[in-house]
Structure formats: structure tokens, C-alpha cells
């Protein structure tokens, strides 16, 4: 994304006029998607999960969850009122190869595994 950002910016400097502001605006939202990219995560506290996604932060009480897994969507949560929460940190399509599946995979049986071990210390 900062190489596209880059790359605007400079075909906007290089052919002046109208290309100039689009060029710099392009590569503004590139720079802001490849920031909001890095912070892209999941975290795990004694109280819940943080699911850090594109737009949204969603705090999810262990209380509210009653399910983690994976399908060709990426990662998901199941909340206990039947929402869904699906996590940006390990989305793919459904078209997605083995090895793109495989960190979604396991984070879900992790995230899985804790959900269980946290409900039986309850």
C-alpha cells in the first residue's frame, strides 16, 4: 500500500494539473489503509477479547461469547444473543489456498481452547 501510495503521489506531481490533488488524495487513503492495516489485531484479557477490525474495536465480554471458529469467511466469534463477530485480522475469501487459511485456523482453535478452559474455571 505505501508503494501505491508513493506511486500516485509521484504520477501527480509528474503530470501536474487535475492528477495532482487525485494523486496525493490516493495516496492519502493508501497511507491511512496501510496505518489502519498494521493495527489490525485480536487481543485476549483475563475479561474478554478485543477484536481491533477496519473500522470498529469490539470489546466482547468471555460472558457473551459462546463460540470461536473459522470458515471460508476468515476467524469469527458467535455471541451468545446469535450475533456474529467476524475479525479483520484473519479474513479470506473462499477461494483462499490452504496456507491463507491456516493462521485463521489456528487462531480460532486457540481462541476456542481459552473460551472452553475459561467456562469450566467458572
Known sequence: MLGLSAIAAAGGVDQGGWVLPVGFAGAAIGMVGAARSLMLRIEVSPDGLVLVNWFRTVHLPWAQITRCGCDSDGLWVQLIDGGLV?????????????????????????????????????
Open 86 to 122: 467476524v475479525s479483520s485480522p484473519f479474513q479470506h475469501g473462499s477461494q483462499a489456498l490452504g496456507f491463507a487459511r491456516r493462521p485463521a485456523e489456528t487462531a480460532a482453535a486457540r481462541l476456542e481452547k481459552i473460551r472452553r478452559k475459561r467456562r469450566r474455571h467458572r
